[in-house]
């Protein structure tokens, strides 16, 4: 698919590894073909997900993953129009507010008590960067103090033995940004 936007990703260069072009072209592809026709088989949040294999002469991650939150910002804004012709605007900054509510909640938990913690002996997300991002998510969603999708989506965290449980971490950042796409 020379034609496909990906084609002016940059390969990466040397030993390192990028994203597989097959499968960005085929994803991109897909998500284009999705948007235009206005179908609901690709939304943001599987744009959100979207994961590719690593191999040399791949494209740029940082490049394809900038892409990406383009796409996701823009299904989420279609889906965000969608709604609220369905629903109404009512509706939808009621969804929305409860969405918020839920993950003010759970970030307001007492820190180191926020997720639930892998075993011991296996490794989660470290706790105290975490709960520092927890913080700032929960000033956001209260007071709306500076926050950005692009720096929730870039969140990363180490890793430490007995840490949190990375699926419910990445869930509730994953509500994060819908919630921040869902006000626009």
Same mark, same amino acid.
């Given at each position: 698919?020379?034609?496909?936007?990906?084609?002016?990703?940059?390969?990466?260069? !040397?030993?390192?590894?990028?994203?597989?072009?097959?499968?960005?072209?085929?994803?991109? !592809? %897909?998500?284009?073909?999705?948007?235009?026709? @206005?179908?609901? @088989?690709?939304?943001?949040?599987?744009?959100?997900?979207?994961?590719?294999?690593?191999? &040399?002469?791949?494209?740029?991650?940082?490049?394809?993953?900038?892409? /990406?939150?383009?796409?996701?910002? %823009?299904? %989420?804004?279609? @889906?965000?129009?969608?709604?609220?012709?369905?629903? =109404?605007?009512?509706?939808? $900054?009621?969804?929305?507010?409860?969405?918020?509510?839920?993950? /003010?909640?759970?970030?307001?938990?007492?820190?180191?008590?926020?997720?639930? &913690?892998?075993?011991? #002996?296996?490794? =989660?997300?470290?706790?105290? +960067? $975490?709960? #520092?991002? %927890?913080?700032?998510?929960?000033?956001? /969603?209260?007071?709306?103090? =500076? #926050?950005?999708?692009?720096?929730? &989506? !870039?969140?990363?965290?180490?890793?430490? #033995?007995? =840490?949190?449980? +990375?699926?419910?971490?990445?869930?509730?950042?994953?509500? $994060?940004?819908?919630?921040?796409?869902?006000?626009?």
């Amino acid at each position: 698919m020379n034609d496909t936007p990906s084609a002016a990703f940059p390969a990466v260069s !040397g030993r390192r590894k990028g994203y597989d072009p097959a499968a960005v072209d085929s994803f991109l !592809g %897909a998500a284009r073909t999705a948007f235009e026709s @206005e179908s609901a @088989e690709v939304t943001s949040a599987q744009v959100r997900a979207a994961g590719f294999p690593l191999v &040399r002469e791949g494209y740029e991650p940082a490049a394809v993953d900038a892409a /990406l939150a383009r796409i996701e910002d %823009a299904f %989420a804004k279609r @889906e965000r129009a969608d709604a609220m012709s369905r629903r =109404g605007a009512r509706a939808w $900054v009621g969804a929305s507010r409860t969405l918020a509510q839920e993950v /003010l909640d759970r970030l307001s938990r007492p820190k180191r008590k926020k997720f639930q &913690r892998v075993s011991v #002996l296996r490794f =989660g997300y470290r706790i105290d +960067e $975490v709960d #520092l991002v %927890a913080g700032r998510i929960a000033r956001y /969603l209260e007071n709306g103090e =500076g #926050l950005s999708v692009e720096q929730v &989506r !870039g969140v990363a965290f180490r890793m430490q #033995l007995g =840490g949190y449980d +990375e699926a419910q971490v990445d869930a509730v950042l994953d509500a $994060v940004v819908d919630v921040m796409l869902a006000v626009g």
